[in-house]
């Protein structure tokens, strides 16, 4: 053999080697290549209502297999929420291959829920999904009534090791709820398959309380490039809030003062204007999605709330929003989140493992009742 030959061949032992030595470093080392994304959800159905429903479900079902999860879908029975977050927990904590660990849930139907109170402040009571999400933390009930003293020490690290969404339209007394849960059902469906679209734009809507941090709400609202953004103090009011919403975007996020069923708006600085939770049934909104941050506004417990108001009327698949005082605050990382097209559920997780959280004294209280309603398995790319 030649010396060129040789050569030759050297140089492509060598090549192979180098291409090998790397391919070996990918598959042994890198870290993402042994850690799977989960990809197990579970589908909790009321059993009262399971029979009723059943067509919607199953089509559910084959939707999120299709998108590419592994899911089951249980008749659910228990009452106790302590149960059904052992049965969450188990699932997390036990599967086959890191790719079947559990992902996140979805709650359909009148589900358990957690009641907690914020033992810092003379807050009322409130429904704490954290509960179901945090699956490793300690969670006291120091006066043995059945309500979580939130802000009592220990109580494991307040994180999210899944995501749960609830779609229920049973609060609600002012529509048909079997028909509620086929319109959304049936939406939901035809969102997955391109047939329910919007332009990828968002209406930004701040109160006048707080219209002074427009530029960093903005900013941080990273989501969408197209956003509309109204936070002039005389402009934000009842008559015009109820223009905008009626008009065509993919999201809306409201920052409003609020109850269960009403916004304010003007507050402080002018005469106060209301809108109900029947403004929200009887207008055509057009938004697929809202970031309520809008104390209150979405304890899906209350009657008539504004949350599962707007999540069974019109258009709306998802919203995420408090079931006490505040929202979802510095939220950069979520709308990051879902500009990289995660669902909406995993930037829900993610976001509440922002650090920048735990940089401001209580915020991890104020959040503390943040909870998704619809379907946490969207996304809006």
Not at 205 to 223: E, L, Q, R, V
Not at 343 to 372: C, M, Q, Y
Request: aromatic letters at 16%; hydrophobic letters at 35%.
């Amino acid at each position: 053999m030649s010396k060129k030959s040789i050569a030759l061949v050297l140089i492509f032992v060598i090549i192979i080697a180098g291409v090998s030595g790397v391919f070996i470093f990918y598959i042994f080392f890198n870290p993402t290549s042994t850690e799977p994304s989960p990809s197990y959800v579970r589908v909790y159905v009321n059993s009262s209502i399971y029979s009723e429903i059943k067509p919607e479900i199953d089509q559910y079902e084959e939707d999120i297999k299709d998108q590419g999860y592994n899911v089951d879908v249980i008749k659910w029975t228990e009452t106790n929420v302590a149960e059904l977050r052992n049965n969450l927990t188990y699932y997390y904590n036990n599967y086959e291959n890191a790719s079947m660990r559990l992902f996140g849930a979805v709650l359909i139907g009148d589900m358990p829920y957690a009641i907690a109170r914020d033992t810092s402040m003379m807050y009322s009571d409130y429904p704490i999904d954290l509960y179901l999400m945090d699956l490793d933390g300690i969670w006291n009930d120091e006066n043995g009534n059945n309500v979580f003293d939130y802000g009592s020490e220990p109580f494991g690290n307040n994180l999210t090791e899944i995501f749960i969404g609830r779609i229920n339209p049973n609060p609600l007394n002012n529509i048909n709820n079997l028909t509620a849960f086929q319109n959304y059902f049936q939406r939901n469906h035809a969102y997955r398959n391109g047939t329910l679209t919007r332009p990828h734009s968002a209406l930004l809507y701040i109160d006048d309380s707080w219209s002074s941090y427009t530029s960093a709400w903005n900013n941080t609202f990273t989501a969408y490039t197209d956003v509309t953004v109204i936070s002039t103090n005389s402009l934000t009011n009842r008559t015009d809030y109820l223009n905008r919403y009626t008009q065509i975007y993919e999201w809306v996020h409201l920052f409003a003062h609020s109850d269960y069923t009403t916004h304010y708006f003007n507050w402080p600085s002018g005469i106060m204007e209301y809108v109900y939770n029947t403004d929200v049934l009887n207008n055509d909104t057009k938004a697929l999605f809202y970031n309520l941050y809008c104390c209150y506004a979405c304890n899906y417990i209350q009657p008539n709330n504004l949350g599962t108001q707007y999540l069974f009327s019109n258009n709306t698949l998802a919203l995420v929003g408090s079931a006490r005082s505040g929202g979802v605050d510095l939220y950069e990382t979520f709308y990051d989140a879902l500009k990289e097209g995660k669902v909406l559920g995993n930037a829900f997780k993610l976001w509440f493992h922002n650090p920048e959280i735990d940089t401001i004294s209580g915020k991890r209280r104020d959040i503390s009742g943040t909870t998704i309603l619809g379907d946490p398995l969207l996304t809006i790319i």
